[in-house]
């Protein structure tokens, strides 16, 4: 049974700086493919960034492009989003999912990210 667990949220100031864990157990290959998405009340779910380990692949939506990345460590089987310099509107709750061919057949049960001014 492949379960994601993720950690790191919290609140933090305008300007500063979160990682993202996302633990991955179950299944070694599942980071192969991984992704972070986001939803902030009243809004749609949004996809923030992928990353395919193989292709060296990555996305990230156009509002977090040069704040977030992605990354992972296989030792660990865990991936990671670090954000710097976050705004009000990263406000969200941030769920990490992976594997499959649009890395979201798994999925985490989120954690809040508030960022205040």
């Known amino acids: 049974q492949v379960q994601l667990v993720e950690s790191g949220g919290g609140s933090v100031q305008v300007g500063g700086s979160l990682r993202l864990s996302c633990e991955g157990s179950?299944?070694?290959?599942?980071?192969?493919?991984m992704s972070w998405f986001r939803q902030a009340p009243g809004k749609e779910r949004e996809r923030v960034a992928h990353a395919f380990v193989e292709s060296g692949d990555t996305y990230y939506t156009d509002s977090v492009k040069g704040r977030f990345t992605i990354s992972r460590d296989k030792v660990h089987n865990t991936h990671y989003l670090q954000m710097n310099n976050l705004k009000p509107e990263d406000t969200a709750m941030y769920y990490c999912?992976?594997?499959?061919?649009?890395?979201?057949?798994?999925w985490g049960q989120g954690t809040q990210v508030t960022v205040s001014s």
């Open positions: 999912a992976a594997g499959g061919v649009i890395c979201s057949d798994y």
């Open positions: 179950g299944r070694r290959d599942i980071f192969d493919c």
